[in-house]
Nanobody, 120 residues
Framework: QVQLAESGGGLVQAGGSLELSCVAS????????MGWFRQAPGKERESVAI???????????DYSDSVKGGFTISRHNAKNTLYLQMNSLKPEDTAIYYC??????????WGQGTQVTVSS
């Protein structure tokens, strides 16, 4: 069972930046497809950024249209850590951000989430 723990959320002004981290334990992080999701109040959870494991040390990335160009997903395999660098933040980016690990074709492991609040 993969366990995930996010950190790095907080309050930031519009136009500011934050970097979220997600530390994984258990499983094989290097060979895992990992992703960041978010859920705003009253809205459904949505995908933000996905890093797909293709093979060996090769990954592909996908971003939602709403964050493309502003957010960057990355990982440090030796630290079992996934990152989300968020630049040019907007009030509409306010949400709880979750990292998740894809296991057996489904997003089977989730962190507890970290709150990001962007003030205008």
């Amino acid at each position: 069972q993969v366990q995930l723990a996010e950190s790095g959320g907080g309050l930031v002004q519009a136009g500011g930046s934050l970097e979220l981290s997600c530390v994984a334990s258990g499983g094989t992080f290097r060979q895992s497809t990992m992703g960041w999701f978010r859920q705003a109040p009253g809205k459904e959870r949505e995908s933000v950024a996905i890093q797909n494991w293709i093979g060996s040390n090769v990954y592909s990335t996908d971003y939602s249209d709403s964050v493309k160009g502003g957010f960057t997903i990355s990982r440090h395999n030796a630290k079992n850590t996934l990152y989300l660098q968020m630049n040019s933040l907007k009030p509409e980016d306010t949400a709880i951000y979750y990292c998740a690990s894809k296991v057996g074709g489904t997003w089977g492991s989730w962190g507890q989430g970290t709150q990001v609040t962007v003030s205008s």
